[in-house]
């Protein structure tokens, strides 16, 4: 009976003591768990702060460079003509539009009144604004209207 009891009390031992170690462990990773992943969230945000930083310093030297060019007169005079249309004395100033782009109207240029409808004059109107507000509404009412080509015919 010794021997049975032996064999027994070994298993119960080797039981026992894998479950207190598999408590141990399972508290052991319910502790650490949260402790690391906090740890690992924080990195990676760093690591992303980081980034945002080096794209800031990045775009800081870009507008510093912009912020710089200003300073040369031959920049400025540069950019005076490019966006400003701005011709130093004693130049002429051409303005090309390409004729691919522009079509020019195939219209007699004896005949004032054109397919475009009529039109109000522009610039220098002695006419309070609401006038011409009155004006533009009364010409758009009386515009042509083209009648479509392709529209079918209604059926009753």
Same mark, same amino acid.
């Given at each position: ?114 397919? !475009? ?33 392709? !529209? ?5």
């Amino acid at each position: 009976m010794a021997a049975e009891s032996r064999p027994v009390r070994l298993a119960r031992v080797l039981s026992v003591r894998a479950i207190v170690l598999g408590v141990v462990l399972l508290a052991g990773f319910t502790l650490l768990f949260p402790t690391v992943r906090a740890y690992l969230g924080q990195r990676a945000e760093l690591d992303a702060l980081a980034t945002q930083v080096a794209q800031a310093e990045a775009d800081e030297q870009s507008l510093q460079r912009d912020l710089d060019r200003w300073e040369d007169p031959a920049y400025v005079a540069a950019q005076a003509r490019e966006r400003l249309s701005y011709v130093l004395p004693g130049e002429t100033a051409y303005r090309v539009i390409d004729p691919e782009v522009v079509v020019e109207p195939e219209e007699d240029p004896a005949d004032p009144t054109s397919e !475009a409808g009529p039109t109000l004059p522009v610039g220098g109107a002695v006419n309070p604004w609401y006038t011409t507000v009155w004006e533009s509404l009364e010409v758009a009412g009386t515009a042509p209207v083209p009648a479509p080509e392709d !529209a079918p015919e209604a059926t009753p």
